[in-house]
């Protein structure tokens, strides 16, 4: 029988990222939510590249 798992235990690596891994983590959380609302099919790579790019800088 498979142990089940604790929502927090997922959710325990995102609530304990520095604040710009988090800030990085909800932008394509956003992103993909805005794509899946629109059924878009298109590539999403660049986007998050872009998300990620803005972010280090």
């Known amino acids: 029988m498979p ?4 929502i927090d235990d997922v959710h325990e690596p ?8 988090k800030q990085i983590i909800e932008r394509v959380w956003q992103l993909e939510k805005s794509r ?14 872009m ?5 280090v800088r």
């Not at 142990?3 to 604790?6: A, F, S």
């Not at 998300?51 to 972010?55: D, M, N, T, V």
Request: hydrophobic residues 30%.
């Open 3 to 6: 142990k089940e798992h604790n």
């Open 14 to 21: 995102i609530n304990n990222a520095p604040p710009e891994v």
């Open 36 to 49: 899946l609302d629109k059924k878009s099919l298109s590539h999403i790579n660049e986007d998050i590249l």
């Open 51 to 55: 998300i990620i790019k803005e972010s």
